[in-house]
């Protein structure tokens, strides 16, 4: 089992400016090496077999891979003898992540879902660096973890690491509030669970609202958090200050210090807020059935807004990292008429946004609209009878699919 802990660290001034530095030269290699890729690109965009012109490519060039790039950090570091400071399985790491965005933007990670065109990054835009090679346990000592080249690192170890665990890659990275330390840990003792098949009683089903951020098939509401709500507001106040400030005054400067702290306070709030939900939610040992959410779909619509707001792409991550943890499964459904169909008796009663209730004109059920889902998307993880007419081979779209690594802590 593969987990990440992410603890703060507490740097001297001198050790800040070392990682100041080393984020600085991995920001240029990085932007360096994606340009010497979509030069060859550029250059290679034309088929030479299907030219329908006399050929007026500029002679073929190497394609630069991970390897070519690697080889070629020897010349980086004659011509730039600062890039020898860093730790070189860490400059390395800088060229794979290169690899990893360029090809995820021409043929897509392992669904072959293809993400944008990647960016050169900005000062500053570069922010984490990566230290691929384990830790060794004698490294992490109480409140000082050891890495190559930088030493002994004070970190704030407001939980100790599970036992049995490797701690495989460090991470650092630096947030607006300070620099902060992403363990990697790696435990081959913990058994893969093999999951109870969905069945009526064991299942619960959620469905993803405007109004709540969730309703179960029960009818429980869970709400978006009021502190969450006024997070937010004090945001949004920060952030019409900062557009009164002078463009290069040092007020501005300050004022987007203050919004970036603002928008991390609102995002780790989320995150807490997603946290609980998820171990609420599986505390009662059950599977969770949700809607397979279309993020694309959504965020083209007017439910955009409230979508980004409560960041259920994130919760459903954590949702299913946390039930594979307790054995369970997050299934995601097709949301197909989760919401117009009656799950009393199957009858499709068409609603619009506005209509927050249910009422069958078949068999009389009237529910909330959002429960009358819940129970809808349960029955479609389970295969019960009430949606049969409309349980196909696509009505299951699969279990949630969880990032390799999510930090947690
Ligand atoms: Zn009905």
Request: net charge positive.
């Amino acid at each position: 089992m593969r987990t990440a802990y992410q603890y703060r660290l507490r740097l001297t001034t001198a050790q800040q400016s070392t990682i100041d530095q080393w984020l600085e030269l991995g920001r240029r290699q990085y932007n360096y090496r994606l340009a010497e890729r979509f030069n060859w690109y550029e250059q290679n965009r034309c088929d030479i077999n299907a030219c329908p012109l006399i050929c007026h490519l500029p002679e073929l060039k190497d394609r630069p891979n991970f390897y070519s790039q690697k080889r070629d950090l020897v010349n980086s570091k004659k011509w730039f003898p600062e890039y020898k400071e860093l730790p070189s399985h860490t400059l390395q790491d800088v060229i794979a992540r290169v690899e990893k965005t360029f090809d995820r933007w021409l043929s897509g990670d392992s669904n072959g879902k293809r993400s944008g065109k990647p960016r050169f990054k900005g000062q500053g835009r570069y922010r984490s660096i990566t230290f691929p090679d384990p830790v060794k346990p004698e490294h992490i000592d109480g409140q000082l973890i050891q890495l190559p080249k930088v030493g002994k690192l004070k970190l704030i170890l407001h939980r100790p690491l599970p036992d049995g665990f490797k701690v495989k890659t460090a991470t650092i990275t630096k947030k607006v509030d300070g620099y902060y330390v992403t363990l990697s840990l790696q435990d081959s003792s913990v058994p893969v669970i093999t999951p109870d098949v969905p069945e009526l009683d064991n299942t619960i089903g959620v469905d993803m609202g405007l109004k709540s951020f969730l309703v179960d098939d029960s009818g429980n509401e869970i709400k978006i958090p009021q502190h969450y709500r006024k997070a937010q507001k004090n945001l949004k106040r920060l952030q019409r200050s900062l557009s009164r400030k002078k463009k290069g005054s040092n007020r501005r400067q300050k004022a987007v210090k203050r919004v970036a702290k603002a928008h991390l306070k609102v995002s780790n709030k989320r995150k807490d807020f997603h946290y609980k939900i998820a171990k609420k939610l599986l505390s009662q040992g059950k599977h969770v059935a949700h809607e397979k959410l279309n993020i694309k779909g959504i965020a083209k619509s007017r439910m955009a807004k409230s979508t980004h707001d409560a960041g259920w792409g994130q919760f459903l991550q954590i949702l299913s990292i946390k039930a594979e943890r307790a054995g369970l499964l997050a299934i995601a459904v097709n949301p197909n008429g989760t919401s117009q169909n009656c799950s009393g008796c199957g009858t499709k009663v068409p609603k619009e946004l506005k209509d927050r209730i249910h009422v069958c004109p078949e068999c009389g059920l009237t529910l909330d609209r959002d429960h009358n889902a819940a129970i809808n998307i349960k029955y479609l993880a389970v295969g019960h009878s009430v949606n049969k007419a409309q349980i196909t081979s696509d009505a299951i779209a699969g279990v949630t699919e969880k990032p390799a690594l999510y930090p947690i802590g």
